[in-house]
């Protein structure tokens, strides 16, 4: 008489964590170093002194690897948000800072300011659609289900 084995096998196809891992769900993290749906966790980076509680990290942890794991997001309301932005900033305050210099120099760290925060949002654009164009480039692959 044949016993099954209690361990399943991680390549188990009918295994629900497996068909979750694989199967594209742009609702639920992802992580482009294990490029799959992987069960992930909140960094404690710190203790909170005013509650006490942990303070967590922005972003998921994967469970597996330890990279960075996030919903992967559509890029254009980023890059749109992104850009009213940094234009907000730019096209409005900036002539302000400028017109108003002689009576407050101090305006002018609005110059260095905005300048920081377009970079700012550009890295994380790109990050973003990088994020996106990979699990998508992976949901259409052989290797989703």
Known sequence: MAYASPI????????????????PNPKLPWCP???RHTDYHLKVIGRDPKTGGDKT????????????TWKPTYPLAINIVSLLLFGLMLLGMCPWALMEMDN??????LLP????I???LYKNSKKNNAHWR????WAKSENSL
């Not at 399943?8 to 497996?18: A, C, F, I, N, T």
């Not at 990979?134 to 480039?137: D, E, K, L």
Request: charged share 35%.
């Open 8 to 23: 399943k096998k991680l390549d188990d196809k009918e295994d629900p964590s497996y068909i979750r891992q694989r199967t």
């Open 33 to 35: 170093t294990c490029k």
């Open 57 to 68: 990290a922005a972003f998921y942890t994967c469970e597996e690897c330890g990279g960075d």
């Open 104 to 109: 407050d120099p101090e305006k002018l760290l």
């Open 113 to 116: 300011i905005t300048a920081y």
């Open 118 to 120: 377009g970079y700012a």
């Open 134 to 137: 990979t699990f998508r480039a």
